[in-house]
């Protein structure tokens, strides 16, 4: 079985300070992680991934996110948040190799509001 | 832009209605997912479709019915819905698991479609 949780309902923090939004993990396998962002009434946008190699990942919009394998979390960081970051965002998980399951399973969502 | 195409965006039916949601991406993915998101929730999976055969279906309901007429469409016919089946139903994409290293394993959402069931 595989599960993802994301502590935090909600984040608040004020535009231009770095922002973290947590992830953490349960596979039973290597994860594939995914970060994904959804705005109001409408579909998820894929930020970012982890499949293999470098524990920290660039993505989109200036987002990344550190993969620790011994913590099983995959935080998503930003330096410096702007106001139209203020979102709706998903961790995610799937087995790497599982080919009898191709799904990702979400966390339960973080709210981010950013403060002008 | 989305690159995963869903129609209609917003849907209203009657509990004895017959009606379909429908989803379409031209990115060559074999494999497309139906989720369904209530307010404030994460997704949650309903059907995967692989290579154009049903591969899991999670126990849904028979009143909702995935159909898969070739690897670019996946419809979602809904028939005899009740109100707690309102939602925002999303559709997605991916390549399969081993091809093409840099995608693998993301999946490509659509915009959803916004049911409401009266």
């Known amino acids: 079985a595989q599960s993802v949780a994301q502590p935090e309902d909600q984040v608040n923090v004020a535009e231009g300070n770095p922002l973290t939004v947590k992830c953490t993990y349960s596979v039973s396998g290597n994860p594939y992680l995914f970060w994904y962002v959804q705005y109001p009434n409408r579909g998820l946008q894929f930020l970012l991934k982890?499949?293999?190699?470098?524990?920290l990942v660039k993505g989109s919009y200036g987002f990344e996110a550190e993969f620790n394998k011994s913590q099983t979390s995959f935080h998503l960081k930003k330096p410096s948040a702007l106001v139209s970051d203020s979102a709706l965002y998903f961790c995610?998980?799937?087995?790497?190799?599982?080919?009898?399951?191709?799904?990702?399973?979400f966390g339960s969502g973080t709210r981010l509001q950013v403060q002008p | 832009d989305t690159e995963v195409t869903q129609t209609p965006k917003h849907l209203v039916m009657g509990m004895t209605n017959k009606k379909s949601l429908k989803c379409e991406q031209h990115?060559?993915?074999?494999?497309m997912y139906w989720y369904k998101q209530k307010a404030k929730k994460p997704p949650e999976l309903m059907f995967v479709y692989s290579y154009e055969k049903l591969s899991i279906n999670e126990s849904v309901p028979s009143r909702f019915s995935p159909e898969c007429p070739n690897s670019s469409l996946l419809n979602l016919h809904l028939h005899a819905l009740q109100p707690e089946d309102s939602a925002l139903y999303l559709c997605?994409?991916?390549?399969?698991?081993?091809?093409?290293?840099?995608?693998?394993?993301?999946?490509?959402f659509g915009e959803g479609s916004r049911l409401t069931v009266l």
């Open positions: 990115m060559g993915h074999r494999a």
């Open positions: 995610a998980v799937r087995v790497a190799m599982d080919t009898g399951r191709r799904a990702l399973t």
């Open positions: 997605a994409s991916s390549q399969e698991t081993g091809t093409s290293g840099g995608r693998v394993g993301e999946l490509f």
């Open positions: 982890y499949i293999t190699g470098d524990n």
